[in-house]
């Protein structure tokens, strides 16, 4: 197996190429061979830091988005301080430099003593799209919440997305992204239960006020029939996307994968593993920040604070 500079594994016509010469061909080499074009202008990503014991805790902390500006990060935990099974929270910090401060959970509207997570803010700071299965949801359903200041946690009473996006069939792991090249934003999330191996992703267009117009999408070249894809996050061009899946040829249960394209209407290459974030424990939820050089994820690896920590790895521009 070779890897380019990137730290992701090499292209399917090398792999085929190699793997031809061997008797025994599977479709787990061809997935641990995985054709991904490097993201070529980054360097490979650093080591994974834990963000310590302010932030995480002796229970599960993923779905976590750092703000635009780099001061905030908002997600998911089910610490028992919270409202319910799973919180939404946030941790703050005075400056780039400044260490991260005690999480305060959302509160009512937006938790509830059901299970509210997967938190998501667009861009310019107005919605927050995240998962519940609150009263009046029919499993776990996308929800829209709006504000009108983007530095205050004053939020509406969320709406849900409705039947363009939401069914019977478990949807979570909100991504709103939108950029020129795309013309509509596009909401990517996973639908399917992970409990069975068949969470997918999928997208759907979503207006700027956060109303989708349906019916949403299968991303097909990014998901593996029998496994869990999940928790997409995509470059601020939409040329790059990370997601996590339990698809064979991984380090560990589950692994961190990524996918490029040439422009934002192309189809992704098939996913390559990002080898230099992944362990043999669980990496998931990874979400990339507003310059794409800092991107957060969860994982239950050792040395970490309880069962899924919060930790940042970071690249450079070449």
Known sequence: MSRNRTGIITTAATAAALLACTSDVTS???????????????????????????VNSTSNEQNAQLQKDGLAIYFTSNRPEGLGG??????????????????????????TPQADFGPNISIDGHLLLFA?????SQANDLYVARRENPNEDEWSNPANLGPGVNTTDN????????????????????????????ADLYYVAVSRDGVATGPAVLVA????????????????D????????????????????????QNANDDWVFPGNVLSVNTPSDDVTPNLSFDGLT??????????IGGNDLYMTTRTRK
């Open 28 to 54: 787990v080499d061809l997935v641990v061979q995985a054709p991904v074009k490097s993201a070529a202008k980054y360097s490979e990503w650093s080591a994974p830091v834990n963000l310590g014991a302010i």
């Open 86 to 111: 799973l919180d939404i929270w946030v941790t703050r910090r005075e400056s780039l430099d400044a260490p991260w401060g005690p999480p305060v959970n959302l509160g009512f509207p937006i938790n």
């Open 132 to 136: 519940s299965n609150r009263p009046g």
């Open 171 to 198: 949807e979570q792991a909100p991504n709103y992204h939108q950029n020129a090249e795309e013309g509509t934003g596009n909401l990517y999330f996973n639908r399917g239960s992970q409990a069975l191996g068949a």
């Open 221 to 236: 070249e990014l998901s593996f029939p029998g496994f869990n894809d999940i928790a997409a996050s995509l470059r601020r």
């Open 238 to 261: 939409a040329k790059e996307v990370f997601f996590s899946s339990t698809r064979p040829g991984g380090q560990g249960g589950s692994d961190i994968y990524t996918s490029t394209r």
């Open 295 to 304: 991107m957060l994820l969860a994982s239950n690896r050792p040395g970490g």
